[in-house]
């Protein structure tokens, strides 16, 4: 449709069918629904032909797009017309929409004048009960507080610079927040918060009321926390004395697992299961973030476990997740992967209950791609090996004294050289590491095969997927394993839309993980057999459809996450452009890249193209030298040099879905590229 007078009626002609396809029960107009928002968009004057059509249709069939329809109330184009269809779900559905809105409508400040119109109806729509209310308020407890404390000992910094007016009634909003769950005493805290309360409590109200000695206060917090992390507690009421004694039986309130408005048919809230108590136990794990597993013992006598994330904005993992399931549904249409039981993303429920908690589903029987290979016997200690002589390799090269500092500056060395290190080090290990851990699943050559079949085929889906949205930060801990299957599961997209190749201090230069021990699983045909197959055919279902794709991810532009909305401010200080600018430009911008890979772009160029939009070269030790050797690394002959772009192996855009795997493969396996990428994120391996 393009905005044409014509056309406008067109569109009202579009909307009226559609609507009576989904009235009709059609499941494949139910997917496509959001293409309607974008058509009501493009095309305001179809606003009454919207709003008499909706009503012919039963109002479950919208719940798969909630937090479209949440975030379009953000969109003043479209939002007076969309809010009845909100208002309509959060009467007749209400435990589907009120997490949603509750997230979407934390910061009022953040609000437009029209999204404030909708709030006090919504409010009385959406209102949790007093026992809800008070396991919301008690799962924060499940955490690390010096995790969120040293959140909190950023804010100053960060906001003197995103708020220069009015940096101080901000921070003290924000701490205010943060005091109630952290660092005030409160009836329903565990031992473990009551005795950081007793030690920090004071310190915190004295730093924040002056604003002064925060950084003895974050060195105090940091020095406390390597005492408690080798010892987090292991009961649940120890962090929430509420949840640790909670039982269904003691309340006249019922409390519904969150969760259960998901897939494509009509749910029934009255089946639904509901909160009877909790696990006594409780699992913390060792990463950075110290997350916390709890376990829900549900009405259908089930133990349903997630893991807490308090501090983390979790709408992003939650979209990726839905994005994922809609690749999933466009890979059903193409017969060719309809064939393959394994040509599916594994997903999982990522369900945000505020913009500073959520709940993650857990997934059980995976084990970390890094402890899967660890497995193997010697395996740990000669990646160990590798890794260091690798970081000194760069170290040497670049005449620095510290790791951080070699990887910083290995722009300055020639190809041959990084390569050489590079290769070197990757020589010292085993290239099967991988291959044996599979193995050591199998009880036969034929289980092995399977195995590897789904590995092979599900992380080619994978990588498709990660691709187009641009994913990065894949380390080896951001994959697991599933130890019945052998299939790959993804987690953590906190770096998304090419953020890891615009904003981190070493730049990602490789879109895809194809190091050496992935590669070897696939040996002998390597990347050119199975794997890119699976691959081509992912992102043909993908660019055959866009339509639903395209439609989900508008709800980044206008409803973005703190995490983007952090990454805009940082693009607004580099770019030297207006905060109000970067916050509309960035989240488009950032879109727009993942559409252009759909229509076939170059990967290359777009990589390209994220360097140069984000830090570019204000990284450190950087100068306008290092972005211009670092492009001319990713192009080498992948997109042509300025000037004679015809001596590329492609061109710039029109691919087709081979060519643009073929050179998505040459560049994950370029190792010139590898050998320049973070060490943490280990490409010996």
Aim: hydrophobic share 40%.
């Amino acid at each position: 449709l393009n905005e044409e007078k014509d056309n406008a009626s067109y569109s009202e002609v579009v909307i009226k069918n559609h609507m009576l396809s989904m009235k009709a029960g059609n499941r494949e107009a139910q997917k496509l629904f959001p293409r309607i928002l974008r058509v009501l968009e493009k095309f305001p004057s179809s606003a009454d032909t919207f709003s008499a059509s909706i009503m012919k249709v039963p109002t479950w069939m919208f719940l798969p797009w909630v937090n479209q329809l949440v975030g379009s109330l953000h969109n003043d184009k479209i939002s007076i017309v969309v809010v009845q269809l909100v208002e309509r779900l959060a009467r007749e559905y209400p435990g589907a929409v009120v997490y949603p809105y509750r997230t979407s409508y934390e910061k009022v400040e953040d609000l437009s004048d029209q999204a404030i119109q909708f709030k006090e109806k919504l409010d009385q729509l959406l209102k949790l009960n007093e026992v809800e209310e008070n396991i919301v308020k008690n799962l924060a407890f499940i955490s690390v507080p010096h995790i969120a404390s040293k959140d909190m000992l950023k804010v100053p910094v960060n906001f003197k610079e995103w708020y220069p007016k009015n940096f101080r009634a901000m921070i003290q909003a924000e701490f205010e927040k943060f005091q109630l769950t952290y660092a005030k005493s409160d009836p329903h805290h565990g031992n473990f918060f009551q005795k950081f309360v007793k030690e920090f409590g004071a310190k915190f109200e004295k730093g924040f009321k002056t604003l002064s000695g925060l950084s003895g206060l974050s060195e105090e917090i940091e020095v406390s926390l390597k005492k408690v992390e080798r010892k987090l507690p292991t009961m649940l009421k120890d962090y929430s004395s509420f949840l640790g004694n909670f039982q269904s039986s003691d309340y006249q309130d019922r409390v519904e697992l969150p969760g259960q408005y998901s897939g494509w048919s009509r749910p029934v809230p009255d089946r639904h299961v509901e909160i009877v108590t909790f696990e006594p136990s409780v699992l913390p794990f060792m990463s950075l973030r110290k997350p916390i597993r709890i376990g829900m013992i549900g009405s259908d006598g089930k133990t349903h476990r997630f893991i807490i994330k308090a501090g983390e904005d979790l709408r992003q993992d939650q979209r990726i997740e839905q994005l994922f399931q809609i690749c999933n549904d466009r890979l059903d249409q193409n017969p060719a992967c309809r064939a393959k039981l394994g040509m599916k993303i594994r997903t999982y429920q990522v369900i945000p209950l505020s913009g500073g908690l959520g709940m993650i589903e857990f997934v059980p029987k995976t084990v970390p791609l890094k402890n899967f290979m660890n497995s193997v016997e010697g395996a740990e200690v000669s990646i160990g090996r590798a890794n260091k002589n690798y970081v000194e390799g760069l170290v040497q090269l670049t005449k620095q004294k510290q790791a951080m500092q070699g990887s910083l500056s290995n722009w300055r060395i020639e190809e041959n050289k990084i390569t050489t290190n590079f290769l070197s080090a990757v020589n010292q290990i085993d290239k099967f590491i991988l291959k044996k851990a599979l193995q050591n699943l199998s009880s036969s050559p034929e289980g092995f095969f399977i195995l590897r079949k789904n590995f092979i085929q599900s992380y080619a889906v994978i990588c498709a997927m990660q691709w187009v949205l641009g994913i990065g930060d894949r380390h080896l801990s951001n994959y697991m394993v599933d130890q019945t299957t052998g299939r790959m599961v993804t987690i953590d997209f906190g770096y998304s839309f090419g953020v890891a190749t615009s904003f981190l201090p070493i730049p990602e230069l490789v879109s895809l993980r194809l190091t050496p021990q992935i590669v070897g699983v696939m040996e002998p045909i390597g990347t050119g057999g199975l794997f890119r197959e699976s691959l081509v055919q992912s992102l043909i279902s993908l660019r055959t459809n866009p339509e639903v794709l395209v439609s989900a991810l508008e709800i980044f532009v206008h409803e973005p996450t703190v995490d983007w909305l952090e990454t805009a401010m940082k693009a607004a200080k580099m770019q030297k452009i207006g905060l109000e600018d970067s916050l509309e430009n960035f989240p488009r911008q950032r879109v727009d890249m993942a559409l252009r890979k759909l229509k076939g772009g170059n990967p290359a160029a777009i990589m390209v193209e994220e360097l140069k939009c984000g830090v570019g070269a204000g990284r450190p030790l950087w100068d306008p030298q290092a972005l211009r050797r670092t492009v001319s690394f990713v192009e080498a002959g992948r997109v042509g040099s300025p000037g004679n772009r015809q001596g590329a192996r492609w061109g710039e855009e029109g691919l087709t879905a081979g060519e643009q795997v073929d050179c998505l493969i040459h560049q994950a396996t370029d190792p010139n590229l590898l050998g320049r990428m973070w060490f943490g994120w280990s490409p010996v391996s």
